[in-house]
């Protein structure tokens, strides 16, 4: 795939799935600019990549730090081709009495910050521009005190196809729901973490990355306001006590 002269926009580039994305688009000849709050990781992605990657730091839950990000951006570059909004985390749920402003951080986070971005930026995207949203399986299933993440999930996938619909013919906008990704924050994976996926595996940073270039790509230009779950199946997977190597225990 050709991003040569693209200017692509990623959220929490610094780590994980983010900095797999980030560094397909710059293998792939875009020019990159990530937020993140992450200073440490994001400058060895830097200092490894050179002048077409550019960091801002910041805390995209803070309206004044989106606004001058988007400023800065195009200051340097004055159009955008890819907006990718990647960043977000957990901070649990109603059994762990997750607070009302922790709750509102993951919103912002998950939700409010893609949207602020999205609206600063679209008066400014290059035609065949595209938006990569990314959500979770958890916006569709759940375990137990994951509420503020399975809201801001939940929210950015109907952000998605809103958004693909007030933009329809300027931008396309998709989402993708990774399943367990492994970047390096679980620890030691075992047999089992593996095995119990239909394909046989956990996913990698990469899994993702790709789907993502696919979806900014002219490969996908009749797919807009749709998400793609990338889960190695597991969301496709029945279960049931004592069937098929299930068992519940509790
Ligand atoms: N890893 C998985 O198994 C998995 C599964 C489903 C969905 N996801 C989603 O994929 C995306 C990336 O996840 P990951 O596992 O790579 O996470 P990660 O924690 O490895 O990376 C997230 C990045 O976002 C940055 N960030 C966090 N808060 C920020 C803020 N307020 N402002 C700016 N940057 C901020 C972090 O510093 C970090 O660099 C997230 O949206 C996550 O919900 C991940």
Not at 89 to 117: E, H, M, W
Request: with cysteine; net charge negative; glycine share 8%.
């Amino acid at each position: 795939m050709d991003f040569n002269n693209k200017v692509c926009i990623v959220t929490g580039g610094a780590n994980g799935i983010g900095r797999a994305i980030v560094e397909q688009f710059l293998q792939n000849g875009a020019n990159v600019i990530f937020i993140d709050i992450d200073n440490e990781a994001a400058e060895k992605l830097v200092a490894k990549h050179g002048e077409k990657l550019t960091y801002f730091s910041g805390d995209i839950t803070n309206e004044e730090i989106i606004t001058n990000f988007v400023k800065m951006v195009l200051k340097r570059f004055k159009h955008v081709d890819y907006l990718i909004n990647n960043a977000c985390v957990s901070r649990n749920g109603i059994l762990s009495k997750c607070s009302y402003d922790d709750f509102n951080y993951v919103l912002k986070l998950g939700v409010t910050a893609p949207y602020l971005l999205t609206m600063l930026l679209q008066d400014y995207f290059n035609s065949d521009a595209a938006i990569v949203n990314i959500s979770s399986s958890r916006a569709t299933m759940s375990q137990k005190d994951t509420e503020s993440y399975s809201a801001a999930k939940g929210g950015i996938s109907a952000l998605t196809h809103a958004l693909s619909i007030s933009l329809a013919g300027k931008v396309r906008v998709n989402s993708i729901s990774p399943g367990w990704i492994d970047t390096g924050a679980f620890g030691e994976l075992s047999r089992e973490d593996h095995l119990q996926h239909p394909v046989r595996r956990v996913g990698t940073p990469l899994d993702i990355a790709k789907m993502v270039l696919y979806l900014c790509s002219d490969a996908s230009s009749f797919i807009t306001g749709e998400n793609i779950t990338i889960d190695g199946g597991m969301s496709k997977q029945m279960i049931y006590h004592g069937e098929h190597g299930w068992s519940y225990t509790s």
